[in-house]
């Protein structure tokens, strides 16, 4: 049940309540009424110890970049909505996306930009990095994506980690990534909330935090939960393992989210008491926070499927998902999307039947691919890891347009983080996230030329003064 569902069920509660007073002597029907609400209803409490009562209590402070008015006129564009514009031009002010058109002449007042030989896309969007947790310098003191400690740690929060001045950033910034989901690392069954953040410079964390944007369950299936904790003689040492560990953690999730409920309604006068790993838990259970699940094999798919099921959540994606080729067809009628690569594959059991064809295989099926980096060396060339992906799904017989794969690292990834009404497409009233391409994305040779996040200039290869760089890099000769 929903926050807002409560109030309602409350609401109706005290409306019955107060019709029962109604044939009493010492009080009118609105005075019983009235009585009867203030003592069902529940106390307000401490701060802190209602999750609900503040979702988000490390809020977003983010602030667009300056811009101004703008068109980018004569370039190839290619809007992820399936269409690809010839003598396209691309307008936006105010942050936001106005008109997508072929052939328009730039309006008076606007910032010209010659695209004539140039494409056009929207922001490329990496739908699990692991930047700002995981940053370079590689250190040991930096190395804040794992919290194996425990095969469940929902409790802990990305945006925790998150180390801003990471340099990272301004590299996949350079190879036009506008937006990133921010992941744990896939140690433990569950190994916290993910953040997603815009690609902007900034001193704190709140400064990049995407406002809005839904938080995600990090959930690992397979190898890596069964080595990390079997290594250390203790469950889960299998797959069985854990299997037993989700559906154990869900169904104290589930009565731990009936008590707040209970408590909500009236029916119960105390509350529980709170739990951070249950409020995420809880969350998902509520269609609250997405599930991006760690996912491999199709067999281990399948199960996390029936697992969703059995419990009544909803898995937005399985992320790796070297194996999606084979269940393509259930993940379209589950409406799960896949992030994966095109030439990651053998390094460890659960990969071994990764193919190059991949996303190709499954966009031919009608599900949703997305190509992500999980590196912060790939999460600087999504587009030619799509190109990879593209090329080997036509040497294999499947040829998927270029105005279809552009999906792969903008549309896709912005419905599994649950963003696409907001960005991830050129459509007027977006947001103005836009990159200048030198060639065509598909290209080995293609360059990031300008990149645009909410209509203000964030990166321009030409000009030093857009090339942002971290404090940790001041001093340093950057080549």
């Not at 790993?277 to 199709?298: F, M, P, S």
């Not at 993940?331 to 991949?358: H, V, Y």
């Not at 836009?434 to 290209?443: E, G, I, K, L, T």
Request: hydrophobic share 40%; glycine share 10%.
């Amino acid at each position: 049940m929903k926050h807002s569902t409560a109030v309602v069920a409350l609401v109706a509660a005290a409306v019955l309540s107060g019709c029962a007073t109604t044939g009493a002597a010492t009080s009118g029907p609105d005075k019983g009424a009235s009585q009867t609400a203030k003592k069902s209803e529940p106390k307000a409490m401490p701060k802190g110890l209602d999750a609900w009562a503040n979702p988000d209590p490390f809020p977003s402070t983010y602030k667009a970049l300056p811009g101004q008015p703008t068109a980018i006129v004569g370039a190839t564009v290619l809007t992820a909505t399936g269409a690809k514009i010839e003598n396209g031009t691309v307008l936006f002010r105010d942050g936001k996306l106005e008109k997508i058109e072929a052939g328009l002449a730039a309006p008076a007042g606007y910032a010209v930009v010659d695209g004539r030989g140039k494409y056009v896309t929207p922001g490329v969007i990496d739908a699990h990095s692991h930047l700002g947790v995981y940053p370079s310098p590689g250190v040991q003191g930096m190395s804040d994506g794992n919290e194996a400690t425990s095969p469940n740690t929902a409790q802990v929060w990305s945006e925790h980690s998150l180390w801003p001045q990471d340099p990272g950033f301004n590299a996949a910034r350079a190879g036009g990534v506008t937006t990133l989901q921010i992941l744990p690392g896939s140690a433990n069954l569950f190994g916290g909330r993910s953040v997603t953040i815009r690609n902007v410079p900034s001193v704190t964390m709140q400064g990049m935090k995407f406002p809005g944007a839904p938080y995600g369950l990090k959930m690992a299936c397979g190898e890596n939960p069964s080595r990390v904790y079997g290594g250390r003689n203790q469950s889960p040492a299998t797959g069985m393992g854990n299997m037993a560990g989700y559906r154990a953690a869900w169904i104290n999730a589930a009565d731990y989210a009936r008590k707040w409920d209970d408590y909500r309604n009236g029916t119960e006068k105390s509350p529980p008491k709170r739990d951070l790993q249950l409020d995420t838990l809880a969350g998902v259970l509520k269609g609250e926070i997405t599930v991006q699940n760690h996912c491999y094999r199709a067999d281990e798919m399948a199960m996390m499927i029936d697992l969703s099921k059995e419990f009544g959540y909803k898995i937005n994606a399985f992320h790796h998902a070297s194996e999606s080729y084979k269940i393509a067809d259930r993940l379209r009628e589950e409406d799960i999307c896949s992030a994966t690569w095109a030439g990651w594959w053998g390094f460890k059991m659960e990969s071994l039947d990764g193919i190059e064809e991949n996303a190709a295989m499954i966009t031919k099926a009608g599900a949703c691919a997305v190509i992500h980096s999980d590196d912060d060396i790939l999460t600087q060339r999504l587009n030619q890891e799509a190109a990879v992906a593209l090329g080997a799904g036509r040497r294999a017989g499947i040829d998927i347009p270029e105005e279809e794969a552009i999906k792969w690292i903008t549309a896709n990834p912005a419905k599994m983080i649950g963003i696409l009404k907001e960005t991830g497409t050129l459509e007027a009233g977006k947001r103005a996230d836009v990159v200048v391409w030198s060639a065509d994305p598909f290209s080995i040779y293609a360059k990031a030329e300008k990149v645009y996040v909410d209509g203000g200039l964030a990166y321009d290869r030409n000009d030093p003064n857009f090339q942002p760089k971290s404090d940790f890099q001041l001093g340093q000769e950057i080549r």
